[in-house]
């Protein structure tokens, strides 16, 4: 059975109905489902919850209601909080900081003008980030030829599902490896004469289930510096998206290892974009872009 257009269909009600008390069992029920069943399938697409999810939308969206001047308290009870002070603990556990914190770090109030107005600096764009230990994993999926690669690196070529043409293979990648993890992983692999290769996958737990005409990658473990993009408007500003993550792969090669004395690339590893569940809404979508990197 495929399970993840149920799943979508269920994201799709609590997007619609975020303001409201939900609740797993009513979600469960939209889509047909017994509670049990919805919840592990769930948990097996999304790698969280479905009330974890609830709460980390409503924290994401009360981010922008915020943006827009509404009061902290006005937020909390909008978005499902029964107090400011538990709205403003559950952010702090999120987000690692209080509410205002959080605006002045990333200076969100200009996101919303498009990327073409952004003032966002460098140094903006690469604050979020975090330092993780990854063992060894498995990519299966499809690749696309690309020409005439740039030779300054993998900022060149950042979210090319953008510029090449992946449509519906994501949605056959489920269907055919039914992954664990609602995740996908995008992984640029050079070549040689300007040539090189966009893989589009998902992480497996083997290749038995890949077919002749997708690519099969072994990340090796590798210590990475983890880089969680800006939220941005893709609804209100088609494209922002992609720009915001091409951005933010041409600071993290041109300011942080500049700028940083601890760490420098590792070139014997694998660098890759990571799309969870967090980069399908229309506002405040983000992404991860993992770098390998080794003490200097």
Known sequence: MNYRKDMERSVSFIEENISDDLSAELI?????????????????????????????????????????????????????????????????????????????YLKLEQISEGMDELGISDEALIKNVRIEERGTFFVAGYAASIENVGASGTNDVAALWDDVDMDGLETLLYEKLNPHTHAEIGIFLPGANGEARYVLGVIVNDFDDAEVDMECLEVPEATYVVFTTLPTDEGANPGQFASVIKRTWKSIFEKWFENNSEYEYDDEKSDFEYYDERCHPETDAVMEIWVPVRKK
Do not use: W
């Not at 409503?58 to 909390?76: C, E, F, N, P, Q």
């Open 28 to 104: 469960s029920g939209h889509v047909g489902y017994s509670l049990h069943h919805f919840s592990r399938i769930f948990f097996g697409c999304y790698g969280i919850t479905v009330m974890e999810y609830v709460r980390r939308r409503r924290l994401s969206l009360s981010v922008r209601a915020l943006l827009r001047g509404m009061k902290v308290t006005d937020a909390a009870l909008l978005y499902g909080f029964e107090t400011a002070s538990g709205f403003s603990k559950a952010f702090r556990r999120y987000y690692n900081c209080s509410p205002s914190q959080y605006l002045d």
